[in-house]
Structures are given as C-alpha cells and as structure tokens.
C-alpha cells in the first residue's frame, strides 16, 4: 500500500496553562464518556497492526510534557519511566523556552504585559539534562525518548519543536518570523538553527494571537509537522469560537500548513502518562527509534486521540485506483474518493455506536460533507464525492453522538458532539 510520501511540515511549541484550571469532575467526565478504565495503559488495547496496509506498526506516544525544569511540577529525572510504565512507547520532555534575557531587560519590565514576565523557562543546562535524562531512557524497539522544547510565546502561542541540536528562546516579542527563521538554519558552531528538528502548533488558539494568524512560510512547511486538537481533556476544533474566532483548525489548513493531527496531555504534573481521557497520539512507524518515529512524523502518520490504546488508521482511494494513507497527497481534481477506516480499541468496544466526520474546508468552521453512522467492529467503508475547488484538504473525525462536544461550534454543527479521535489530513493534488 502506498504511503504517499509527500513531506510536510509543522511548527513548534505549546502555552503554559496550568492543570489547575482544570475543572476537578471534567476528567472523570470524560474517562467515563470515552469508555475507558483509568489508570496505566500498559496490556490494554488493540493490535497494532492496521487492517489496511503492511510494512508499519502503532505505537502510542505523548510528545508533549513539562518539568520543574520549567513551570512543571515533577523532578525530569522520573518523566520517561512514569510514561513508559504508563504504557507508552514514545514520549517527549518539552520544557518552555520563554523570553530571552536580553529582550527581559530591566528597561522592558515595566513596558510589557505581566504574562511575560510570570514564566520560568529553559536554560542551557536544563536543555542539556533533557538530553541526558532522554538517553538514558531511549531503548530501540522498545521505548524512544525524545528531546524537545516548547518555544512559548504568551500572546502569540507556543509550538513545539522535537529532534534539534539546539534550542531558541523568543528572542522578539510578537513575532514569528524569528522562530521560523531559525528553523531554516542549518545547526552551526556560530549561529545554531534548527534544521535538524521538526515543529508543530500547540493547543492552537489558547494565546490570542494565534501564530500571528497561522502566518505562512513555505521554506519550513516540510518542518512543520503538526496541530494539536487534543491537549489535556480539551478539544480545540472551536476554540474561540464562542469569542467570534474561527476555527484554529480551518486557519492553519487554509493558511497552506500541511499539519497532521495530534493529541497531548502537555503534562505539567508528576504522573506523566497515567491519567486517562487526556490527548495522546497514535504514530505508524516502520521501526520502533528515534529515527522511525522522526520519519512517521515527517510523513503525517499519526492520529490523534484522548482515549489510550486505540487504534485509527485510514486511507483513501481515487477513482484512478490511487490508494493513500492519511497524511499524504492525494492526486485528484474531482472525483468519488472511497475512505476506510480501522478503528480498534478492546472487546469493550467492540459494537460501540460511533460516526465518522468528513470534515472540508469552510470559511470559519469547517464543513462537513458527509457523516456515516457505524459500530466498532469491521472496517468502516464509505464514498464521498470531493472537488480541490472546495478546497485542498480532508481529513476524518470520529465521534461519539451520545456525548457532547464541551466547546461547541455553531449551532447546530456536526460536529458538537464528543471527539474520540482526528485522523491527519489528506491534501487534493490535481
């Protein structure tokens, strides 16, 4: 089966809003709706072979968490351990690297707003115990500790950039053509650059500024991997929309980012990876290292979900014969394009009414151009007509119609009911 190769990128990091915030009930909520147990991963889930293609395997990954080496709560030197017995097979430490020490000078502190100056952040020695903590855990085959930062902004929004030599502080408040900048630059012995790295946009919309409006730059679109739609319990598909804000998702999609879907739980206390409902994220890796799990991301081979151990893998066929797997090219002008999905979790859930979103380009929101009603269990099969003149991307939402969707969208929307998992898109290439 093809995986359609075609690379595409994501920015980095992720803003520091405190677990705190969270409503006490809101994860006991949501572990029930989602019909999972709580507590460790470990033995529980599907396969993780997909029923539609060979050559890959699932692995479940968190690659967004906080320390004390921040503004986190745990000792690094427990994370990985805590995710690995969580039974997870890939986790990131991202540390926030704020504002740096020549733009915090004592003549600014007065002039800039109080979020800028609230935040604790990385240091060269922080970074380089991240590195040592995710060696000492890093085991092929078996468990792939990564290293990353959160590159935090407080206006404009934080993304998260995993795999670099070196990491950047926010060198110019307001602004994101720096961090991008920097994520074209080939790592040096003067100036360092990221170019070894990818990135992706975190809990998209939480800051107001929005990555200065999802702002494109072509030069590192291969970089920039990701969005999240999951982060703790939250679904970000309408953030803002009650404030009159589109949806993230539609902004970075229409702003020409070609992003996969992912969930975190942007850990900022001390049981990383044990808490059930919050986001987590499946990749399909062709080797269990850094190295594969590197590849799966560049490639957009993941989904995201809040629900542990399960399993969504998705492809779409043309009228041409053409297969291709989530996250890639899709050679078509207009056509009936042929979708399945394998979504697996347990024998719990096997049966369990859920639908499937086709979710479309729209101006604010996004539209959805066909829902299929199925039960947990076989293949899901199902047509649906597209045009690349209604705009260039598709991707899949599952759901769970019973439960509602905790920040809705407009009235009425499909999707205002409970989101069990986004596959990344697909991108029409006439």
């Not at 030069?219 to 803002?240: A, H, I, T, W, Y």
Request: proline share 6%; hydrophobic share 40%.
């Amino acid at each position: 089966m093809c995986d359609g190769h075609h690379h595409h990128a994501t920015l980095p990091c992720r803003p520091l809003t405190r677990r705190a915030t969270i409503a006490a009930g809101a994860g006991l909520l949501l572990a029930s709706s989602v019909g999972t147990a709580t507590g460790a991963i470990a033995g529980t889930g599907a396969a993780r072979t997909s029923r539609l293609g060979r050559g890959t395997r699932l692995v479940h990954a968190d690659l967004h968490n906080h320390t004390l080496l921040s503004d986190g709560d745990g000792d690094p030197g427990l994370a990985f351990d805590s995710m690995r017995a969580a039974g997870l097979d890939v986790a990131a430490l991202t540390d926030h690297a704020t504002l740096s020490d020549n733009v915090l000078g004592d003549a600014l502190t007065g002039i800039l707003p109080p979020e800028y100056t609230q935040l604790a952040g990385l240091t060269p020695g922080g970074w380089a115990r991240t590195r040592e903590y995710a060696d000492a855990a890093n085991q092929d085959g078996a468990f792939t500790a990564i290293r990353g930062f959160e590159w935090s902004e407080p206006l404009l929004g934080h993304v998260n950039v995993w795999f670099t030599e070196h990491y950047t502080d926010v060198l110019q408040a307001g602004l994101m053509q720096p961090l991008l900048e920097w994520l074209r630059r080939e790592p040096g012995l003067v100036l360092d650059g990221g170019a070894d790295g990818l990135a992706g946009f975190n809990h998209p919309g939480r800051e107001p500024g929005r990555f200065q409006e999802f702002t494109y730059d072509e030069r590192v679109c291969d970089q920039v991997v990701s969005l999240e739609m999951f982060n703790r319990r939250d679904d970000f598909l309408f953030e803002g929309w009650a404030d009159d804000r589109s949806s993230p998702l539609v902004a970075c999609l229409n702003a020409g980012w070609r992003t996969g879907i992912t969930g975190v739980t942007d850990e900022h206390g001390t049981d990383w990876g044990h808490p059930e409902g919050k986001g987590r994220t499946g990749l399909w890796v062709r080797e269990h290292s850094r190295a594969g799990v590197k590849d799966a991301m560049r490639a957009r081979r993941f989904f995201a979900t809040r629900t542990s151990g399960l399993r969504v893998d998705a492809i779409a066929a043309t009228p041409a014969g053409t297969v291709r797997r989530m996250g890639s090219e899709l050679p078509l002008r207009a056509g009936t394009v042929r979708f399945r999905l394998d979504l697996a979790r347990d024998t719990s859930w096997i049966g369990r009414p859920l639908t499937v979103q086709v979710l479309r380009p729209g101006t604010d929101a996004p539209t959805v151009t066909h829902v299929a009603e199925f039960r947990v269990g076989p293949v899901v099969d199902f047509a649906v007509p597209l045009d690349v003149a209604d705009g260039d991307w598709v991707l899949l939402r599952v759901a769970d119609p019973s439960q509602p969707n905790a920040t809705p969208g407009p009235d009425g929307h499909p999707c205002n009911d409970l989101g069990v998992a986004y596959t990344s898109p697909w991108w029409l290439v006439p």
